[in-house]
């Protein structure tokens, strides 16, 4: 029986398998599968990497499409099993005599459900979205101009009423008797005054 040789490594063959692991590196779902495998490697010892992998590729894929709805699964499950810890770390808060072993539980579970809160919070956001308002200010002033945001109507009554007091002295010398001093004309002396009409004006 006759054995192969293994052909060695060239630069370029070496060169495109460190280009793969620089790949491997970065990749999301290589990267999440190693980290769940650390985490539940005990519990699914079974579980085949390359599976995990596939997994969570088809998953990152259909969140790319548009749906939604692993990532709402998601939350709920983390909401769910934080408000779990949160339970079972105020129960052992509870069974603790010493204060400082019963600060620190409790300020862990506080931590919890302050978490559990905020998961659900980002489910909310993410089922309802906010819908944005826009508004618009039409009040465009160029160069020295003063801009007043209030009504029409009360502008218009504040002019008109300083109208009506930039005419009120032409009014109030019209209405007086012998309005015009001097109107440049000159005036026949009257019969009940015939003295007056040897002075020259």
Known sequence: MTTKKKTPLTKNDKISESESYAKISLSASYMGAILADSFTSTILPKAEMAEVVGALSDKITTIQDGDMKPIEAMLISQAQAL???????????????????????????????SQSRATIQALVELKYPKQATFVKQANIANGHQQVNN??????????????????????LLEAQANEWLDNGKTTTPSTTNQAMATVET
């Not at 105020?90 to 539980?105: D, H, I, N, V």
């Not at 218009?156 to 007091?165: F, G, S, Y």
Request: proline fraction near 4%; charge should be positive; hydrophobic fraction near 35%.
């Open 150 to 171: 209030g009504s029409l109507d009360t502008n218009t009554r504040a002019h008109a009423h300083v109208k009506e007091n930039q005419n009120q002295p032409n009014k």
């Open 83 to 113: 408000q779990t810890m949160f339970v079972t770390l105020g129960r052992m808060a509870a069974s603790k005599t010493s204060l400082p072993q019963y600060t620190a539980f409790m300020n862990m579970a506080l931590k919890a459900q």
